[in-house]
């Protein structure tokens, strides 16, 4: 299984802030569209992502000032970029090496979705039960 067939089940919605908004503005832009990552983009350019996880490292190392602090400032950057001709089990090892959870998706050099590692494991899960079940019913036809 390939990126692109996550892409096509999940929808490649890609949501983005500025580097200057505020780290307050970022969290609500998350919340609303109930997501874990966001995009940052100086006008065409994705200079980073900001995630849940990035937020909460800028809390706890600047407390509640982290809020009123730029985007910029608690982004991951460079960014991680996966392809929708990507396997799914290397995007989840890159995933793993790499202890981030979620991956822009870019097709000649733009981005066309971003998927997490909850889209990566649901996607492997039914995958793995699509083969379960085959294999049952080959089982059982083998036996009849």
């Given at each position: 299984?390939?990126?692109?067939?996550?892409?096509?089940?999940?929808?490649?919605?890609?949501?983005?802030?500025?580097?200057?908004?505020?780290?307050?503005?970022?969290?609500?832009?998350?919340?609303?569209?109930?997501?874990?990552?966001?995009?940052?983009?100086?006008?065409?350019?994705?200079?980073?992502?900001?995630?849940?996880?990035?937020?909460?490292?800028?809390?706890?190392?600047?407390?509640?000032?982290?809020?009123?602090?730029?985007?910029k400032?608690?982004?991951?950057?460079?960014?991680?970029?996966?392809?929708?001709?990507?396997?799914?089990?290397?995007?989840?090892?890159?995933?793993?090496?790499?202890?981030?959870?979620?991956?822009?998706?870019?097709?000649?050099?733009?981005?066309?979705?971003?998927?997490?590692?909850?889209?990566?494991?649901?996607?492997?899960?039914a995958?793995?039960?699509?083969?379960?079940?085959v294999?049952?019913?080959?089982?059982?036809?083998?036996?009849?």
């Amino acid at each position: 299984m390939t990126v692109e067939r996550i892409l096509k089940y999940k929808g490649g919605d890609v949501f983005s802030v500025r580097p200057d908004h505020t780290v307050a503005e970022a969290a609500q832009v998350l919340h609303n569209r109930r997501i874990g990552a966001a995009m940052v983009c100086d006008g065409q350019a994705c200079v980073g992502v900001l995630s849940e996880r990035d937020i909460v490292r800028g809390l706890v190392s600047h407390g509640g000032k982290a809020l009123t602090m730029p985007v910029k400032a608690l982004m991951s950057s460079p960014v991680v970029t996966c392809t929708p001709k990507d396997r799914v089990k290397d995007v989840m090892d890159v995933m793993n090496t790499r202890r981030i959870r979620h991956l822009p998706v870019v097709r000649d050099d733009t981005i066309i979705g971003m998927i997490s590692i909850g889209d990566v494991v649901e996607r492997r899960l039914a995958e793995k039960q699509l083969e379960a079940a085959v294999l049952r019913d080959f089982a059982l036809a083998a036996s009849a």
